[in-house]
């Protein structure tokens, strides 16, 4: 049972261009949505998380965006650069799963071709 | 600061053996996690720990066993491993409970695999 479906699998996208990674859920009691990004033979790290009650969230070149009516959540990369590229995760948590850990999307490899 | 510590980070196991994963934190938390990493499946949560002393299921416990040995120290166990246990693992801690917001900080993993 996959609550958090994340697509598309990989995404090529050329220097300057904007990456786009979608996410769906349908626990409507997820209430908190980070991402997660993975470089290759590391851990994943936060890199930026989102609350229903805003339908966007910016920190420097990357926004999610939130669409809470139709239960989906993206993370968008501005001008999108070779150090970008690596695993992306999305990822949530709320009232339904106990508030215990997130429940994580399958993952978006992404590579930004210079 | 050494964040998140795994040993082995490699591991080449035949079916039936048995083995620990070990993991360390140096950040003072108290939530801990033992997550698998399968291509095309993301991160699915083993077990957990919320604070030292207690332990949880998570989505995928079958075949581990787990131990907070204190507040720094959260071990993974498999009693007798099976080519399906073939994975990448990884160690998260973080301050609070990650569903309650709390940032989850992961270590670099350990590559097991199961002949």
């Known amino acids: 049972q996959q609550q958090v479906k994340q697509s598309p699998q990989s995404l090529i996208v050329q220097k300057g261009g904007i990456s786009i990674i979608n996410c769906a859920y349908e626990?409507?009691?997820?209430?908190?949505f980070p991402w997660y990004q993975q470089f290759p033979g590391k851990g994943p790290a936060l890199l930026i998380a989102i609350r229903p009650d805003v339908s966007e969230k910016k920190e420097g070149r990357f926004t999610i965006s939130f669409n809470k009516s139709a239960k989906q959540f993206s993370l968008h990369i501005m001008d999108s650069q070779p150090g970008d590229s690596a695993t992306y995760f999305c990822?949530?948590?709320?009232?339904?799963?106990?508030?215990?850990?997130?429940?994580f999307g399958s993952g978006t490899r992404l590579q930004v071709q210079p | 600061n050494a964040g998140v510590t795994q040993t082995p980070k490699f591991q080449v196991l035949k079916t039936g053996q048995s083995m620990t994963l070990q993991c360390a934190q140096d950040m003072n938390h108290n939530s801990m996690y033992w997550y698998r990493q399968d291509p095309g499946m993301g991160l699915r949560l083993i077990y957990y720990?919320?604070?030292?002393?207690?332990?949880d299921k998570g989505e995928v416990p079958n075949g581990y066993n787990v131990s907070r040995l204190n507040k720094r120290e959260f071990s993974l166990r498999l009693e007798s491993a099976a080519p399906s246990q073939t994975s990448v693992y990884f160690c998260?801690?973080?301050?609070?409970?990650?569903?309650?917001?709390?940032?989850?900080?992961f270590g670099e993993g350990s590559r097991l695999t199961v002949l």
């Open positions: 998260a801690s973080s301050e609070r409970l990650a569903g309650n917001t709390g940032e989850l900080f």
């Open positions: 626990n409507t009691a997820f209430d908190y």
């Open positions: 990822a949530a948590s709320g009232r339904g799963t106990g508030r215990r850990a997130l429940t």
């Open positions: 720990s919320a604070s030292e002393g207690t332990t």
